[in-house]
């Protein structure tokens, strides 16, 4: 069930990533079952899965995340804060989800910047001389759709009078 406090356009950009972090679920588990069988008969069919493993989980993962937290499907230990009032803990929800922002955008600059670096020198994937840049383009764009995401949940839960969150 969706929150009418979380904007309708978050709730879709969050859905359609998680959709298609779905999909890449779907690839993967395919190519692993092709791969899987191609072993068994002793088929070489594709020589890169683990370069192509690797980039779909780093997109499961990244797609994955804003929904996560659009859902209020992120863990929280409230154990402690079950008695603070409502107020207190919508200000403790958005300082939580600004923290958050935070750690993903500075963590999105840190793998852009070392991405970059790699690219620069010229690096390339072992098998399938794919550019660094497959890697962490995903994991960059998932990193700043989830910041972006924590920030506006803050403000909504910020704005919020009912319950203590969005959850």
Not at 15 to 28: E, I
Not at 73 to 89: H, Y
Request: some cysteine; charged content about 10%; glycine content about 6%.
């Amino acid at each position: 069930m969706s929150d009418p406090a979380v904007p309708r356009a978050l709730r879709v950009v969050a859905g359609l990533a998680a959709a298609l972090a779905a999909l890449v679920l779907l690839a993967l588990m395919g190519l692993t079952v092709a791969e899987i069988i191609a072993r068994v008969f002793h088929v070489a069919i594709f020589s890169g899965v683990i370069e192509v493993s690797n980039v779909t989980v780093l997109l499961l993962c990244f797609l994955g995340l804003s929904h996560c937290f659009v859902q209020g499907g992120n863990v929280t230990v409230d154990f402690l804060t079950n008695a603070l009032s409502p107020r207190t803990i919508r200000a403790l929800d958005s300082l939580w989800s600004v923290v958050a922002a935070i750690f993903l955008a500075a963590m999105a600059l840190y793998v852009w910047r070392n991405g970059a670096e790699i690219t620069a020198k010229g690096e390339v994937s072992p098998t399938l001389r794919w550019s660094p840049l497959v890697f962490y383009v995903p994991a960059v764009a998932g990193m700043v759709l989830t910041a972006a995401t924590c920030l506006i949940l803050a403000a909504a839960v910020l704005r919020c009078r009912g319950p203590a969150s969005l959850r």
